[in-house]
């Protein structure tokens, strides 16, 4: 939950008079999403979301982001559509900050996942890598494979204050998922092409059974499809005693092949991309544990947590164990 | 700004099914708000907040609120309406605490306080004073006079902390103000109402010039209606460097006695008050700031800033200070 940066009446006027969305009728922080500060805003034609970018995200990046945002929804995929202003631009500035409105979609996040919403979501998981394949801009995964041993190194010798042991544990998970990873080249390469990469429950929006939207593209990069599909095995399929629920695993897999069918390959290498997606939020959020800014707006999520999962995927021995 | 209670998707669904309001359509907590958890919330009927009360809300006491605003509400006072369940009742329970849903006001609050602001508060203050003698409950100050020494004492040894000397001039403080704080009852009684007793500028909303809504009423109160005037001076009139400006103060007083014209008594007493309300605001934000809890999602206001303003009532020899 957060609102990093809050917007001055005549700063907040002058930004919407560069825009042909009508009079400001309502203007809420939202007390959602982690790195960006996100209002909710009513005009006279409509409603909107307005971001301001903090600095987590990387300004160079954001014209690929919103790019990203335009083309999927062009091409059916509901995700928020950057609006442009009266100059023809969607990323302006704001309170020094760079900002964008998007459309508002509407929906809930799930707080508790059901095996219904797992379907659809493969289904969607899947059209986005489709329509994404059109989108010939190219962000590398800065949170890749390449990242981790860094990413390990910062927090590495105060591991152990977090759990005994869980040092030497990374290093054996680095070193059993490293050399294993698949790759995104080479004639032995896994499709690659646009990933969401954190499609975690709080990033989708149903109504009812129906999908209606997906959200935060700002991890979105271009990697191996097949990752995307690990990351949401993780975030969608434990049980709050992080027992894996096979049957949610089932559905959200058919629900993304009746889209775009796995190859063999993909399928092999479902047990490591698990893998290497628990790794890539376990090392985050450790980092983010042990660095608690004081008077942090946001309580760090618990790396343990997303150990529990990594540890079931390194016993996984192949793609039965997510009921294929 | 503050979501502390997430509220599941069954309970959600279970809640909403006791009202008849329609479908759930989106659903998305409110970074505002510093007592409760706000949720903006759309059904296809419209738009409403769910509000969830926190444990620094007395349950005893939320009927009184939500019969208050329903009562302002009905006398044209745009404050956010409860909605009454199909059973009759406005107060539920979810996730554990009291919630209710209220109406959802259009309006953004202001940023930063214009003279135009001014004169529609104090006209809107006068007319919610007005209307709520029409409302006969009555609920104690909880905050009022008789609270300031004890809550002094539970900061008082650690008051120097805060700035050198603040216990002593606090001590001096409420020795002038305590024995000339005006009588609720006898003689020579200042008029008694119901009065909102935080009517900060987050908690009224503009729509261009004009005053959309009052919200927040969780402070509401049976006390001096001229100290609810008391606090608007302290909220609203003073400038980020802390010099008062009297143009808003005369702009405010003469919106206000355009609805209800103000005793003799009354502006007398109007520096004693405004002296009270800011040593009030002061008192529970040095407490705040004293004993803030590891890990909280709120930064406290500086209770210094409130000190300023203190000091300034505390010279002002008359109403002429404000402009009368």
Redesign the interface.
């Known amino acids: 939950?957060?609102?990093y940066t809050?917007?001055?009446?005549?700063a907040?006027a002058a930004f919407l008079a560069e825009y042909d969305i009508g009079?400001?009728?309502?203007?809420?922080?939202?007390?959602?999403g982690v790195e960006n500060s996100n209002f909710?805003l009513?005009t006279t034609t409509g409603d909107f979301i307005l971001t301001l970018y903090e600095k987590r995200v990387e300004r160079r990046d954001l014209p690929w982001f919103l790019g990203l945002m335009r083309h999927l929804a062009a091409a059916g995929v509901t995700c928020p559509l950057p609006l442009a202003g009266r100059d023809g631009e969607a990323l302006r500035s704001l309170c020094g900050r760079p900002a964008a409105i998007t459309s508002?979609l509407?929906?809930?996040w799930?707080?508790?996942v059901r095996v219904e919403h797992c379907r659809p979501l493969g289904e969607t998981l899947a059209r986005l890598h489709v329509a994404g394949l059109g989108y010939a801009p190219r962000r590398e995964n800065a949170l890749g494979p390449d990242a981790w041993l860094p990413l390990l190194a910062l927090s590495r010798d105060r591991a152990g204050d977090v759990q005994d042991g869980l040092g030497p544990e990374l290093d054996a998970a680095l070193a059993a998922i490293l050399p294993a990873w698949p790759a995104a080249t080479g004639p032995d390469a896994l499709p690659v092409g646009q990933i969401h990469a954190d499609l975690f429950p709080d990033n989708v929006?149903f109504?009812?059974r129906e999908l209606s939207g997906v959200i935060d593209f700002y991890f979105a990069c271009t990697d191996l499809l097949a990752y995307d599909i690990g990351v949401c095995l993780n975030a969608w399929c434990f049980e709050p005693g992080w027992e894996f629920n096979v049957t949610k695993a089932r559905a959200l897999l058919a629900g993304y092949a009746s889209v775009r069918p796995l190859l063999d390959a993909e399928r092999a290498a479902l047990p490591v991309l698990a893998q290497g997606a628990a790794l890539r939020f376990l090392l985050t959020r450790l980092f983010d544990w042990l660095h608690q800014p004081p008077?942090a707006?946001v309580?760090p999520k618990d790396p343990l947590d997303t150990l529990r999962r990594l540890r079931f995927h390194l016993a996984a021995k192949d793609a039965h164990a997510y009921g294929l």
């Open positions: 939950m957060a609102v809050d917007v001055g009446d005549d907040l009079d400001l009728v309502a203007f809420r922080g939202i007390a959602e909710s009513r508002f509407p929906g809930v799930p707080r508790r929006f109504l009812g008077g707006l309580t």
